[in-house]
């Protein structure tokens, strides 16, 4: 069982929005500015979408988007698009001894 | 451009040993936090080692004593020697660059898929 929890999956129709949470406790999502998200596509190198909560790096498009309220982040696409069909994984910090903790993982579906 | 191209994986038997690589271009891995990080079939993915820049290494306590990060500068490369390897061992191992305070990971590998099985 992960240390963060995500909903297995979303879905949404294209250039529609969807948004993943990521549920944590005040040991890491609540108590750190530090999350980030990353982007699954089979067979591929994962990719960074979003860091220290809400940032983009450069080359993301800023129809993605993040949040974070209390213990649960958030992520969120807008204009859904057929290439955004992959796996999310939220991060979190977690403190020195733990270091970082991922989430379970959510598929989206553009359907 | 920055790439990791990770190799060494593959069908070990348990209590086996084995050790992963990971090459690095477009960046210097000595002058770089650098990680590996693995995902279980079906599962999330987890933290496994961290090797810093001062050449100190940290591991999750699921691999501490049996995995050791380590790398080699004039090859630009990084390890994960990997020793009484088990079932739950079986994963994708991804290294990846670990930049900031405390940091994110912004570039990964491809991966590499080690399945540990009699």
């Known amino acids: 069982q992960s240390a963060l929890t995500q909903p297995r999956s979303v879905s949404g129709s294209p250039g529609q929005s969807v948004t993943i949470s990521c549920t944590g406790t005040s040991s890491d999502v609540g108590g750190y500015n530090f999350v980030s998200w990353y982007q699954l596509h089979p067979g591929k190198a994962p990719k960074l979408m979003i860091y220290d909560v809400s940032k983009r790096p450069s080359g993301v498009p800023d129809r993605f988007s993040g949040s974070k309220s209390g213990n649960t982040a958030s992520l969120t696409i807008s204009g859904l698009q057929a290439e955004d069909e992959a796996d999310y994984y939220c991060c979190s910090y977690a403190g020195t001894y733990i270091l970082w903790v991922f989430g379970g993982g959510t598929k989206l579906t553009v359907l | 451009e920055v790439q990791l191209v990770e190799s060494g994986g593959g069908l070990i038997q348990p209590g086996g040993s084995l050790r992963l690589s990971c090459a690095a271009s477009?960046?210097?891995?000595?002058?770089?936090?650098m990680t590996w990080v693995r995902q279980a079939p079906g599962k999330g993915l987890e933290w496994v080692s961290i090797?810093?820049?001062?050449?100190?290494?940290y591991s999750a306590d699921s691999v501490k004593g049996r995995f050791t990060i380590s790398r080699d500068n004039s090859k630009n490369t990084l390890y994960l020697q990997m020793n009484s390897l088990r079932a739950d061992d079986t994963a994708v191992y991804y290294c990846a660059r670990w930049f900031g305070a405390p940091g994110y990971f912004d570039y990964w590998g491809q991966g590499t898929l080690v399945t540990v099985s009699s």
């Open positions: 090797l810093y820049t001062g050449g100190s290494t």
């Open positions: 477009g960046f210097t891995v000595s002058s770089n936090h």
